[in-house]
């Protein structure tokens, strides 16, 4: 997080210092190689866009001025993601809401923010599946690529977490 070059294990240790100071519980693993390094990071339990935005103070990628590109050698690369005990948790919460409703959207709360989960069914009978933060008129589309409650379920809880 400083100017001064410090190794990914060293900053390793000040992402998980802080982590605890804003209560996130999380797996903090660095590695070196020849042409960088890497910190990657698994959230258990807390908000991932807030370990996100902590982690990402320790990434260091050189770019060309001119082009923008990457440049070889030396770059600190950061990847920050939910852990599957905390997507499974999520997932949980939107599935014990949606066992309770009656209709294709119910609502649910996760973290403090509420949310309606919705599922359409096309003319032509394929179910589609939304997220949607309370209070925002957008309408997050879970279900692209698979019409399956499943995936949709795995999209909302990496969108929420």
């Given at each position: 997080m400083s100017s001064k070059y410090t190794s990914a294990a060293e900053d390793a240790i000040t992402i998980r210092?802080?982590?605890?100071?804003?209560?996130?519980?999380?797996?903090?693993?660095?590695?070196?190689?020849?042409?960088?390094?890497?910190?990657?990071?698994r959230v258990k339990k807390g908000s991932v866009q807030e370990a996100k935005a902590i982690a990402q103070k320790c990434e260091k990628i050189s770019r060309c001025k001119a082009s923008g590109e990457i440049l070889n050698g030396g770059n600190r690369y950061v990847s920050v993601s939910a852990s599957e005990t905390l997507l499974d948790e999520i997932m949980q919460i939107?599935?014990?809401?949606?066992?309770?409703?009656?209709?294709?959207?119910?609502?649910?709360?996760?973290?403090?923010?509420?949310?309606?989960?919705?599922?359409?069914?096309?003319?032509?009978?394929e179910s589609h599946y939304y997220l949607q933060t309370v209070g925002s008129l957008t309408l997050e589309h879970l279900s692209k690529y698979s019409t399956n409650l499943q995936h949709a379920l795995e999209a909302a809880a990496e969108k929420i977490a």
């Open positions: 210092q802080a982590f605890k100071l804003a209560g996130i519980k999380a797996s903090v693993r660095s590695e070196q190689y020849s042409g960088g390094s890497s910190i990657h990071v939107i599935w014990n809401a949606g066992a309770e409703a009656v209709r294709d959207a119910f609502s649910f709360e996760y973290a403090g923010r509420h949310y309606k989960f919705i599922r359409s069914v096309s003319n032509i009978g």
